[in-house]
């Protein structure tokens, strides 16, 4: 009974963060090969095989980057390194491209707090920042390899 009580707030709470995604103007694609939030065509794709909990928390993420990618001036103040690896392909070994791309992502995951926050949603934060430290130190190693 108690999971399926927990299934049914959890489908509620991903639904919400759904309408939060079209409210803001953009799309969401949960049948995607990857995770990411494309602002050029203004769409959430997540993987296919994402459910539950992981696909609330990975909602939440990538809605933590569309929020950082609303406004481009802010964006491009913010993370100098990711604009110049958008104009040019050699500025994308760059240092501050890897340095700009791993601070994104540890502000997405904070966004994604916040706008838990803000739609009133339950979250297990203790588990939310678990889940996104496994994701962000993928960022760290490639961020800190040698090329
Ligand atoms: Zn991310």
Redesign the pocket.
Same mark, same amino acid.
């Given at each position: 009974m108690v999971r399926g009580l927990k299934t049914t707030v959890m489908k509620e709470q991903i639904a919400r963060i759904i309408d939060y995604i079209y409210e803001s103007g953009w799309m969401v694609n949960l049948n995607s090969r990857r995770n990411e939030a494309d602002h050029f065509s203004k769409c959430i794709n997540i993987n296919y095989q994402t459910r539950g909990k992981k696909l609330y928390w990975t909602l939440l *993420? %990538?809605c933590g *980057?569309m929020i950082i990618r609303s406004n481009p001036a802010t964006f491009m103040c913010r993370y100098p390194g990711i604009t110049a690896a958008l104009v040019s392909e050699k500025a994308a070994g760059y240092t501050n491209y890897r340095v700009d791309t791993v601070r994104e %992502?540890f502000n997405?995951w904070d966004e994604g707090e916040k706008l838990a926050e803000q739609l009133g949603l339950e979250l297990d934060k203790k588990a939310y920042r678990k889940f996104g430290n496994t994701?962000l130190l993928s960022y760290i190693k490639w961020c800190t390899k040698n090329k």
């Open positions: *993420h %990538e *980057h %992502e997405a994701c």
